[in-house]
Nanobody, 127 residues
C-alpha cells in the first residue's frame, strides 16, 4: 500500500506563489506516475498535472499550463507542485495521487485511473 501525505497549503493573495509537497511511503515510489488533482468548493475534482515515473515527462491542464510546475525528487519520495501567479479560481483542496505506470509517458489522467490518494491540502486564494 502506498501512502501519500500532502502539505504546504494556505491562504494566499492573487499573484502570489506557493509550493505544495506530497510525501510518499510504504512502497517503491519509483515506478509510479504521480499527479495533482484539485476540488474547488462545490465542484467536482479535476485534473491539474501529472509527471512520469522518471520525471522526464509532464502534462498540465489548460487552466494551469504556464503557471504551475510539477516535479519529483525520487531520492526523497516526494512530488511537488509549484504554483505561480495564483488566481482566486485556484482555490481548492489539492490532492496528490499515484498509479503504477511503467511507461515514461503521461497525459491527462482521470480520478478513476488513480488507485492511491492523499487526504488533500487546502489552498485559498483571496484578497
Amino acid at each position: 500500500q502506498l501512502q501519500l501525505v500532502e502539505s504546504g497549503g494556505g491562504v494566499m493573495q492573487p499573484g502570489e506563489s506557493l509550493r505544495l509537497s506530497c510525501a510518499a511511503s510504504g512502497r517503491t515510489f519509483y515506478t509510479y506516475a504521480m499527479a495533482w488533482f484539485r476540488q474547488p468548493p462545490g465542484k467536482e475534482r479535476e485534473f491539474v498535472a501529472a509527471i512520469s515515473w522518471r520525471g522526464t515527462n509532464t502534462y498540465y491542464s489548460d487552466s494551469v499550463k504556464g503557471r504551475f510546475t510539477i516535479s519529483r525528487d525520487s531520492a526523497k519520495d516526494t512530488v511537488y507542485l509549484e504554483m505561480n501567479s495564483l488566481k482566486p479560481y485556484d482555490t481548492a483542496v489539492y490532492y496528490c495521487a499515484a498509479k503504477p505506470l511503467s511507461s515514461d509517458y503521461v497525459t491527462h489522467l482521470d480520478s478513476g485511473d488513480m488507485p492511491y490518494w492523499g487526504k488533500g491540502t487546502l489552498v485559498t486564494v483571496s484578497t
